[in-house]
């Protein structure tokens, strides 16, 4: 969740925790929406979680003292010291809660708790397992990396070719696919597995070799492959451009 969107990714609750709170549903299931999570969870990190708790930096369930505000998550403002502003599901763009700050590093492992917590320093978010940067705009990542729309927030995710599918495989967890986005070829882990045709509503909701455009799953292409070359569509459909050099087939 890619939030992964997938998102694929095993939550653990402290002991203490659990003996409160008990869900009634799984927790960790890959997502791209709060709409494709079960009742009472919300989609963080492209991972199910329950929403509406926020773990005290004692391990309890509660409010954190100076914590639970809303706040700007590309910003990183509005929160106290020692809290950062991470996502959990509010549906306003760039909106987040104030959470205990992480300790961990861009690319390094991480994992998503049981409600939304994770281990990632200010201005980055658990995606796919890793500490992914947050973003704002087409010049706020790496060259390397495209600052991708994932429901509620943005992240920089690696670019890859849609054709090749040539996003490198985790040492663990799902394998991610190449996606064709507005704002750049992104790798992220599919979090439905749509076929073409399906409606989705995530740039990661389709399967591998597919990217979810205008609420379909539609085939990866490329605006300039010749007709019966690797890359063009099938007879009858056109390759419409979505990120140059690449577009899905309508």
């Known amino acids: 969740m890619i939030r992964a969107v997938v998102l694929g990714v095993a939550v653990g609750v402290a002991v203490l925790v659990a003996a409160c709170f008990e869900p009634d549903y799984p927790r960790g299931l890959a997502c791209s929406s709060g709409g494709t999570c079960p009742p009472g969870q919300v989609c963080n990190g492209f991972v199910c979680v329950a929403g509406g708790g926020v773990i005290a930096p004692d391990g309890g369930f509660g409010e954190v003292d100076g914590g639970g505000g809303v706040c700007q998550l590309a910003q990183q403002t509005g929160c106290p010291p020692g809290y950062k502003c991470t996502f959990t599901g509010s549906g306003v763009p760039n909106q987040g809660e104030c959470r205990p700050n992480g300790f961990l590093g861009l690319g390094e492992a991480c994992n998503v708790d049981a409600f939304g917590n994770d281990e990632c320093a200010a201005g980055s978010l ?12 087409l010049d706020s990542c790496f060259s390397t990396h495209a600052c991708v729309d994932a429901v509620g927030y943005s992240v920089c995710l690696r670019r890859c070719d849609p054709l090749a599918q040539d996003c490198a495989p985790p040492a663990e967890g799902p394998a991610p696919s190449c996606f064709v986005t507005p704002t750049g070829s992104a790798c992220a882990v599919p979090s439905r597995y749509l076929d073409e045709g399906a409606e989705c509503n995530a740039f990661n909701d389709c399967r591998g070799g597919f990217s979810c455009a205008g609420g379909f799953c539609r085939r990866n292409c490329d605006v300039r492959s010749p007709s019966g070359d ?8 056109l390759c419409s451009s979505v990120t140059d050099p690449y577009g899905v087939c309508l």
């Open 126 to 137: 658990c995606v796919f397992n890793e500490c992914t940067a947050l973003c704002a705009g």
């Open 230 to 237: 690797p890359g063009s569509c099938p007879t009858k459909q």
